[in-house]
């Protein structure tokens, strides 16, 4: 056991140079506080963005047509028209891990109200795209399964190009013109926010995609089906559901390659990880290069300390005090420089981040198991950076020592 007169010296020795004892621990200080503010800001950053791919649909998948070899050249997926409302409809009959599912066709288009107009974006879809996408109308409601079926002029609007058409009027039931087609605004989007690239989700305007297919495209294929998958977990079984009912459909063979392609939120959300994690890696490493720097200071000073000490020292084994009390000493003067470093480190770090996040409007989510865990590491180095120079001072001969000057 450490005894609490083997303490007591080691408090006392650093305390008599408190100002060196400050500055010893800066390499920890320094090495702590990156670790803590890269930590907040690389996980809160993290969230955010996971936070963004939520909005797209938790189980969604996309399929979307997917470039094909004509004559051995191979065509962009934009050249390529795979997708037919017949394909979805099969999807939604075949494939049992499909919960729901959505058609759906883009197009950008000027919108007129008045004498106000806006370039937005426009997507017809289904009755059941507020599932797929769980995104429900704040105002209003949604178009109902007869008004896709009898390709019905009635529209939705986000946020955004409510504010930017309607100002701060109530849209419901006006009339907006879509390439001078008019659509009655049956409801107002709740907000989606930007999307992951910055794309804003809430400039749109939404409508049966029968309707756009015949009054605004005129074309008789998708540009993508979105589906949702009944959980998380079934995401890749529903993916090769999908797959097999499109290659028979499409009556493509074995060893071709298929006319469409599948994205879905799993797969970003891994890419996600992945690139995180990398990054995440190499910042801490860097990080630890501060420590590492820190903790050959904290050696060093503590070489300097046995030089200086050395008759101190010779006094203490002179007087009964054992090899391992001088080792003990010393090793809890580095561990406390080190650990004072630490805790420095931690405190500097929670405030820095919060000015980072408050400064730079940078998203940040402090964690206590890295704040734990730079404490302990810092404990750590000093462990081990210490024991050299304790090791030293233990091993001294005391008649030797008691002769230094």
Not at 25 to 50: D, Y
């Amino acid at each position: 056991m450490i005894r609490v007169e083997v303490v007591q010296t080691a408090l006392t020795a650093l305390a008599r140079n408190r100002l060196r004892s400050v500055l010893t621990t800066l390499g920890i200080v320094i090495g702590v506080f990156a670790l803590i503010t890269i930590v907040a800001v690389g996980e809160g950053t993290q969230k955010m963005v996971a936070d963004q791919l939520k909005t797209l649909g938790a189980n969604r998948i996309m399929v979307i047509p997917g470039s094909k070899a004509f004559s051995g050249a191979h065509a962009s997926s934009a050249d390529v028209n795979s997708l037919t409302p017949d394909d979805a409809k099969a999807i939604s009959q075949e494939c049992p891990d499909v919960l729901y599912l959505a058609p759906t066709v883009r197009a950008a288009a000027p919108i007129v109200f008045g004498n106000l107009n806006w370039s937005t974006s426009i997507q017809g879809v289904n009755h059941l795209f507020p599932e797929v996408r769980d995104w429900q109308p704040e105002r209003g409601r949604f178009f109902s399964e007869s008004d896709v079926n009898q390709a019905n002029k009635v529209c939705l609007v986000g946020r955004t190009t409510a504010t930017r058409l309607f100002g701060t009027d109530d849209p419901i039931g006006k009339i907006l013109r879509v390439k001078k087609m008019p659509f009655r605004v049956v409801g107002v989007m709740s907000s989606k926010g930007l999307m992951p690239w910055g794309a804003d989700q809430d400039d749109v305007v939404i409508a049966p995609y029968t309707t756009v297919m015949k009054r605004i495209t005129g074309t008789t294929y998708l540009s993508m089906i979105q589906v949702a998958a009944r959980s998380w977990e079934v995401i890749d079984s529903a993916q090769e559901q999908i797959t097999s009912v499109l290659r028979r459909r499409h009556r493509i063979q074995p060893g071709e390659d298929d006319d469409f392609a599948m994205r879905s939120q799993k797969d970003a959300q891994q890419m996600m990880d992945q690139t995180y994690g990398t990054i995440f890696l190499f910042l801490v490493s860097v990080a630890s290069i501060s420590l590492l720097v820190g903790g050959i200071g904290i050696m060093n000073i503590m070489l300097v300390s046995v030089t200086e000490r050395i008759r101190e020292i010779g006094i203490r084994l002179a007087v009964g005090a054992r090899g391992r009390d001088i080792l003990m000493q010393f090793l809890l003067e580095a561990v406390f420089l080190s650990m004072l470093g630490g805790l420095l480190g931690v405190l500097l770090g929670v405030g820095g981040a919060q000015i980072i996040a408050k400064t730079l409007r940078w998203p940040i989510l402090i964690n206590t198991a890295s704040a734990v865990i730079g404490c302990l590491f810092s404990g750590l180095v000093g462990v081990v950076f210490g024991f050299v120079p304790a090791w030293r001072a233990s091993q001294l001969d005391p008649i030797q020592a008691l002769k230094q000057d």
